[in-house]
């Protein structure tokens, strides 16, 4: 626990810093650096950072934890270290609630919001109600089945729906929103996100001791939790929840939920009571490091999906074959 | 007063009452159903979104825009040939990369945004929160685009050009009723707007939705669209194969192809295709190529009307031929096609007589 | 002396059509004793220690811990009440040994609590039971087979249950190492605990139990103290093959003929 905790204080300094650096990234008046005499002079560089910067930081940041908890969350309850929230129809289903939106339902943002969050909703549900259905393997295995089951259809009926979009409208709309962007978020999303977000992401903190009891197996869970079903369902019901609220306002970004909890894992070992606190705090900073770039490097966005994905998969292989990267075990 | 008096007090009267016009506040609603309050004119606009060139070529139907348009977005690196002959200086405007965030638009300075949508966006309302108004520009149906031209006449404090567009659009419109109009729905010609795709390799025949302008034009050409039944998709281009082309055997084919591949070859391949000449359209030479000069005419851009009248044409052509009742035109014909896009360009762009026929003359058949 | 487990006319099956996998099993075993449950591979131990636990349910029977039946307990205090050291244990994350250990505390803690010093001060105890208190630190994936096993038996001191059941705890141990957790499961029952463990070793149940139960096709041949049923008589009868007893002072020793 010890050197868990001295590993944390750094990760901390870090994402302050960033956070509030970000506030002074942007585009305007001048693309990268906004100056101290630009926010004292032009009322509307306070306008831009209150109304747009603020809460599109929020945002990322709060997306960033999200994502990186519930990949904690998932990948220590289903024991396997390459599963994230997307695996149980979440994200597939949010993907497939925005292109309905866009390109049948009239393109409207409380449409395209609206149906991602009803269809990732629906994913879970519809991967839940599978999984009773199947009658061989643990239950890790049928949710684990049925999970990647709704999300191939779910991606098909994305593949359709992007067959059909108007190729000058509604087509550039979806393969945005497919790769993933918080350019308009406005500080009613923001809210509204965290109404949903903070509340799930304060029972993951709560219950982080207890996930490493969940990712024992069975019988010893068994053993020493009076009501695991319960506890597991609270977990993933959290994280569910907290990613669809999430997904259907940023679009899908992949790999935060992958990567993070490998990342805090390397850094602080494999106790969740450490490593969530370390996921969230890590997982904040990356999505926000990312957002950042996404829209300050040119004047048009990068889709944030297309980041994360890039510079995670980066990460990700510079800390496989670095040999000095891992927590010192005696 | 003596006559000369009562002039001069007229013109004294009528341009303090136009100055006035300009200066009271100017009020629309948009095509998202926005309502817009201008006190002053906006002098500095910027056009973002989706498929910015139709809101570009609206634009410069008035000559305001020249100097009013300072930046845009551009979605292909490729710049528009059309509007480097409508204003040669536009190379020097500002430009945005695709899918710019609000703070790049701000950095422009703009006091009004156009944006071709029938629904906010996350932009407008991000925009609109700093306090940058957006003006929507639905271009959808015909109606809706000279609701649009209305808006911005006003938008520009240019209202008698925006009335004169409006006059010319539905001149042009009476003249097709009243060619078309008369005969019954079960008589009009079957016509069929056929997009001929070669994306990636793989031939594709695709159909317009009901609500596009392809199938407007269809609509009010005369004819009588043959696919609007099967449609089932309420958006975007339906798929079709060559056996439902079969199945519905149209009087006229209008075909639509993808500017990348050379529109008169694959006409002539489909004439000697033997499958396609079974067809009553290609037997008798009713296989038509939809034509473009820079820009397709079937876009909703305002050139439409040229795509609308073309197509009139074809599906009757003894309605817009010879003019054989009025002696006077002797002979010439009641819709010459050349003279039309002459016209066109003339009257709505100011370009001349010269640069129209190097560039702006279509591929005919 | 208490009786800490009673079992009356225990059957299950795990599926109402097939044959039982324990039927008619009836026996009672008292606080600070080793029981030893002996029998060839595939007749019942794991599935009876299971029953217990209570991860199955029985068709029919009576279990009763400390005279009260199972359903007379929360199932918060079953937990504190009993631990199972399973046989073929996995640990899917590098958890170090002494934050695996901890995890044996989670019955004596509410849902929201984190361990706290008592509970560490618990978990350096039983490491030191153990002896692993040097590996406090080292990964459990990293831990040899014999090392993880300890690191399991480890955790079950910390949850300090009443009643512990061990499936086959010698299993992976070199000699030494399974004296070591023979010494063990007596210091833990002399300590007024109740210890059953399985196992397919004649000689290590004669070694520390005090009572043995020979199970064959899932029911109960014998039960009683180690010189009345490790008998070659009632051996053959549950192992089916040749054996030997050789009596020496120090109790009954099996061999196979």
Redesign the interface.
């Known amino acids: 626990m010890g050197s868990g905790k001295i590993k944390m204080f750094p990760v901390l300094v870090f994402t302050l810093i960033l956070l509030l650096g970000s506030v002074f990234l942007g585009r305007y008046p001048s693309p990268f650096v906004t100056r101290f005499s630009d926010i004292m002079g032009d009322s509307l560089v306070r306008q831009v950072i209150l109304d747009i910067r603020i809460p599109r930081i929020i945002m990322a940041f709060m997306a960033g934890m999200v994502l990186a908890a519930s990949g904690t969350v998932f990948q220590m309850i289903f024991r396997n270290p390459l599963v994230d929230a997307g695996f149980l129809g979440v994200s597939g289903g949010a993907a497939f609630g925005a292109s309905l939106g866009i390109v049948i339902l009239g393109g409207s943002i409380s449409a395209i919001q609206g149906a991602a969050a009803l269809f990732a909703f629906s994913g879970l549900g519809l991967s839940w109600f599978i999984a009773t259905r199947i009658r061989f393997g643990d239950w890790v295995l049928r949710l684990l089945l049925s999970g990647i089951a709704v999300s191939a259809m779910f991606a098909s009926g994305t593949g359709l729906l992007k067959y059909l979009a108007d190729p000058l409208r509604e087509l550039p709309e979806l393969t945005f929103w497919l790769l993933g962007g918080l350019w308009g978020i406005t500080w009613s999303d923001t809210l509204q996100v965290a109404a949903v977000c903070l509340p799930c992401l304060l029972v993951i903190y709560l219950f982080r001791w207890r996930l490493n009891l969940l990712s024992m197996q069975d019988e010893t869970i068994f053993s020493l939790v009076a009501n695991a079903s319960l506890e597991r369902l609270l977990l993933l019901l959290a994280a569910v929840l907290a990613t669809s609220a999430v997904v259907c306002k940023t679009g899908q970004v992949g790999w935060v939920g992958l990567i993070v909890p490998h990342m805090a894992r390397r850094l602080c070992g494999s106790d969740a009571q450490t490593t969530l606190p370390v996921s969230l705090l890590l997982g904040g900073f990356f999505l926000l490091f990312c957002d950042d770039m996404s829209r300050t490097l040119l004047s048009g966005e990068i889709p944030l999906g297309i980041l994360t994905s890039f510079i995670g998969a980066g990460l990700f292989l510079a800390l496989l074959m670095n040999r000095q990267f891992a927590l010192k075990r005696g | 007063m003596t006559l000369i008096r009562k002039l001069i007090f007229l013109l004294l009267v009528s341009g303090m009452v136009s100055v006035s016009n300009t200066s009271a506040a100017v009020s629309l609603t948009d095509a998202a159903g926005k309502p817009h309050v201008f006190d002053r004119l906006p002098e500095r606009l910027v056009v973002v979104g989706a498929a910015p060139f139709i809101p570009l070529h609206m634009l410069y139907l008035f000559e305001e825009t020249k100097d009013r348009l300072k930046g845009f977005e551009v979605k292909v690196k490729k710049s528009d040939e059309f509007l480097d002959l409508v204003d040669p200086e536009i190379s020097l405007k500002q430009t945005l990369d695709s899918n710019p965030g609000p703070e790049s638009v701000a950095a422009l300075k703009p006091d009004l945004v156009i944006t071709k949508s029938t629904v906010e966006t996350g932009l407008s309302r991000s925009l609109k929160i700093l306090g940058i108004p957006v003006l929507h520009v639905g271009a959808e149906t015909p109606d809706m685009f000279l609701k649009d031209l209305e808006n911005l006449g006003k938008v520009l404090g240019n209202t008698k050009r925006s009335e004169e567009l409006i006059r010319y659009y539905q001149d042009k419109l009476s003249l097709i009723r009243e060619k078309t109009g008369s005969l019954a729905p079960g008589k009009k010609p079957g016509v069929l707007v056929l997009e001929y795709n070669n994306r990636g390799n793989i031939l594709s025949l695709n159909v317009p939705a009901m609500g596009w302008f392809q199938t407007r034009q269809a609509l009010i050409s005369g004819g009588n669209p043959v696919w609007l039944d099967s449609l089932t998709v309420r958006d975007g281009w339906q798929i079709t194969g060559f056996e439902q082309v079969a199945a519905w055997n149209p009087d006229k084919i209008f075909l639509i192809v993808w500017y990348q591949l050379q529109g008169l070859e694959v006409v002539k391949g489909l004439y000697g295709d033997s499958k396609w000449r079974m067809l009553k359209a290609v037997q008798k030479k009713d296989l038509h190529l939809f034509p473009q000069d820079i820009y397709g005419w079937d876009s909703a851009s305002p050139r439409w009307i040229l795509g609308a009248l073309w197509m009139a044409k074809m599906t009757y052509p003894d309605r817009f031929g010879p003019n054989t009742s009025d002696p006077a035109a002797s002979g010439r014909e009641i819709l010459d096609m050349n003279q039309t896009v002459k016209e066109f360009y003339r009257v709505l762009y100011g370009l001349d007589e010269a640069i129209i026929e190097k560039h702006l003359m279509p591929v005919w058949e | 002396m208490k009786t800490a487990v009673s079992i009356e006319n225990l059957s299950f099956s795990y599926d109402r059509q097939g044959p039982p996998v324990i039927f008619n099993m009836a026996f009672s075993l008292f606080a600070g004793t080793v029981t030893a449950v002996l029998g060839a591979n595939g007749v019942g131990k794991t599935t009876l220690l ?1 029953l217990l ?3 199955y349910t029985p068709d029919q029977g009576d279990i009763r811990f400390f005279e009260t039946p199972r359903a007379g307990y929360k ?2 205090r ?2 504190q009440l ?3 050291v ?1 046989q073929n ?8 040994v002494e ?1 695996y250990v901890l ?2 505390r ?2 004596h803690l509410g ?2 609590a ?2 706290g010093p008592q509970d560490r001060e618990a978990v350096r105890t039983a490491l030191d039971t153990v002896g692993m208190s040097h ?5 459990v994936t ?1 831990l040899s087979s014999g090392e993880k096993q300890l690191a399991h038996v480890a955790r079950a001191l910390a ?1 300090a249950p009443e009643i512990l059941l061990l499936d086959e705890p010698c299993s992976h141990l070199d000699l030494m190492n399974t004296r070591r957790m023979l010494n063990l499961m007596k210091t833990i029952a002399d300590r007024g605990r109740t210890v059953v463990f399985t196992t397919h070793d004649p000689n290590a149940a004669a070694a520390v139990a005090h009572g043995i139960m020979l199970v064959k096709k899932g029911e109960l041949v014998a039960f009683g103290k180690p010189e009345t049923v490790l008998t070659e008589d009632l051996l053959t009868k549950t192992y089916g093959g040749g054996v030997e007893v050789v009596h020496t002072d120090r109790g009954p020793f099996v061999r196979t003929m």
Do not use: N, V, Y
């Open positions: 299971r636990l209570g991860l199932a918060g079953i937990k009993m631990g199972l399973s244990e996995t640990i899917p994350f590098d958890l170090s934050e995890l044996g989670a019955p849902l929201l984190m361990p590996l406090a630190q080292k990964a990293r949850q």
